[in-house]
């Protein structure tokens, strides 16, 4: 059976057992059925054999098998497999959360955004419906009121007008569609800046709630919540830790072991979604602390910038608008992952209720009595003394024990099984006990492994690869450890052993890697032969000329496949002839030569001058005759 073929009949089995549980009352996620059948199928007490087709009987006892377990009532097994697919399917990190959730309000805002950027009007009311939809938009995008309240759309048309009038439509629409787009996003954060701050001045503000004030009540009121239920949820795991110890310790068989570690691993595994819920908390209240650090700050500087003039350049405080425009969005985005938190918070308690059932207090108070419950903290206290360091015990070949003082980022290392004990899980079946760090880190295979005491941390020294295919065999009975102790390379994928002791069951198959290397060019240079490269540049320049000449001319005819075979044909011209034309003539005109003497100027025996003017001009004719 070919990959994809196999991956539909997975599909139909998934598909076939959520319809049966729909049938039978029961909506369950095509997620949460995929959990189970990979569920169905570790467990060894069921057989199931891949090694070979599965038959339609096989297909029939896994559908069966997957139905009972998903319609169990009371279990805590299956309760934390339900809230592990839930919170993998609702929980994300505050990154990838606020990264989706900027996408999908971009994407409700399309529609308003192409009617505007698409906007073809013309006509004084086709203008104004336009602008209209600019200030719906901006309301709509800001988050600041609703655009339906009137008090809220003036408010914000008159904040519109002081920095886009409706005179610049004109302009605006001649615009691309992009340039359009970011306008009215910068448009919408001035907008916002200016009605945040005139609220701060008290001369506006119509449907915008104090932020500040309302996160500042709702944060400490979350993290009390949390606490609460994790204080809750860690007495039960004291309680139920407790019990099994006792039960190991005098083989009591008096509530159910099993259901007793079904119900702590059930606890176990609400704790960690807590305390990832709590940690959310906290990083959100420092982002708050830091974004009324912020908001005040602009403030001041707004307010230190405009002061009581009547106007200011826009390139000092459209800045600050728009500054404080994003510290709004910071903390509307604070509002929206505190909700989100709590939310899953509130759904994660009844998957929970399942263990409380069936153990309650009035069974387990008689079974308590006399026993000294310890919680985690007193746990690791108890261990953390020098003389309870693996240090002074035998060294195993091979293997290191790493310590606060010899080891660089110490607290920061990724310890298997999510911190519990991996001995007290192989050998107390399935108990989940945290280990002490400062015991002493087991580093095996590129792996750390931390212990519950130094006896446990030898022990399991003493032969790593048998603890912890035992824990590998203890994950296959309760499948809801894979995610909480994270064995997901452990169980990627699912292999048979007919090598076996027992043929026909399954085990998993670990991922194997090694290191390896190989050698490559430092900075490899891929050839790139052009057959049209030209390096002169005079020959650049002569085919640049020739290309730009070939834009002015015209083609007049074409040479075809269809015209090759044409015969030539010629035409009678008469020769041009030699003519000549008289176009001009020579001709000229004399004129007299002016010529006057001026008598008198000098060679005079009087003391006054007396100069007269004698003019010597001959006419032509007397002229041509003497110099004849």
Known sequence: MSRAQAESVIKNIIREIAQECAVKGQAVSET??????????????????????????????LIKTCVDRL?????????TIKMQVYFDMNYTNRSEFLEEHKRVLESRLQPVMREITDSRARTREELEGLYRKIVSCVLLRSGLGSPTDISVVREATAALQSVFPQTELGTFMSLAKRDKERQLRELTQIVTGIRLFNKECGKGGEGIDNLPSILNEA?????????????????????????????????????DPELIRQALINCRQHEAFLKVLLTDVVVATDQINTLERDLRSVLIQLQNTIQSKTAVPTNQVYPKFISLAKIWTGFQDEMVLLSVISNIQTNLEPFTKSHRDVLPDSLLQPLLTGLILRSDEERVNETSGLDDRVEHAPQFKNLEFLFPETTRNFSNLPLQYKGFCGFCIATQDRLLVP??????????????????????????????DRFIAHIADAAKRSPELIQLLELHMQFSTITPYGKSAEPGHMI???????????????????????????????????????????????????????????????TQIYLPKDSETQTKRDQGTSVPKPSIFIAGLRGCKTTTTNAYKVDLTLDVNTHNDICD
């Open 32 to 61: 949460l059925v995929a959990f189970m059948v990979k569920a169905v199928v570790l467990d060894p007490e069921n057989q199931f054999n891949v090694e070979r087709t599965l038959t339609k009987d096989d297909v029939q006892k």
């Open 71 to 79: 319609l169990m009532n009371n279990s805590p097994s299956l309760d």
């Open 219 to 255: 944060i400490p009121s979350a993290t009390m919540n949390i606490e609460n239920e994790l204080n809750s949820t860690r007495l039960h795991i004291s309680r139920y830790t407790g019990l099994i110890e006792r039960q190991n310790a005098e083989n009591l068989a008096d509530p």
């Open 435 to 464: 280990g002490n760090p400062l015991i002493g880190i087991l580093r095996y295979k590129d792996h750390f492994f931390c212990f519950s005491s130094k006896d446990a941390a030898v022990k399991f020294a003493a032969d790593p």
């Open 508 to 570: 998993e198959k670990p991922l194997t890697k090694r290191d390896s290397g190989i050698q490559t060019e430092t900075h490899p240079i891929e050839s790139n032969i052009d057959p049209t490269y030209e390096w002169n540049e005079w020959e650049m320049r002569r085919k640049a000329i020739k290309l730009a000449n070939l834009r002015t001319r015209m083609t007049h005819s074409v040479q075809t496949d269809n015209s090759n075979f044409r015969r030539q044909t010629s």
